[in-house]
């Protein structure tokens, strides 16, 4: 088992930054890629950024230029730098692990932070 504890949401004006946080504990030798996921009200569910212990990085187009998604493999965190926010940024953010190699398939994500609000007003 993996547990997740995130922090770093919260309300802010378009155009500002916030920055999430993520740290795993437990049977940690299973994670090869951690990330983001975001949902907001009525909308599916999207990966906004993952990267793997190796450093390999991918972005939802929406984000790119934006949020920067960084790693601590020593302390098994992982962060994500929004900035330039964007009222359609609202959402929760849930981090994720999993055993595989920057999947987008989130069934093949292994396990869900609780989520934390994130929300931009205009």
């Known amino acids: 088992q993996v547990q997740l504890v995130e922090s770093g949401g919260g309300l802010v004006q378009a155009g500002g930054s916030l920055r999430l946080s993520c740290a795993a504990s437990g049977s940690i030798f299973s994670i090869n890629t951690m990330g983001w996921y975001r949902q907001a009200p009525g909308k599916q569910r999207e990966l906004v950024a993952a990267?793997?212990?190796?450093?390999?990085?991918n972005y939802v187009d929406s984000v790119k230029g934006r949020f920067t998604i960084s790693r601590n493999n020593a302390k098994n965190t992982v962060y994500l730098q929004m900035n330039s926010l964007k009222p359609e940024d609202t959402a929760v953010y849930y981090c994720v692990t999993s055993r595989f190699f920057t999947p987008t398939d989130e069934t093949l994500y292994d396990y869900w932070g609780q989520g934390t609000q994130v929300t931009v007003s205009s």
């Open positions: 990267i793997t212990s190796g450093g390999r990085i």
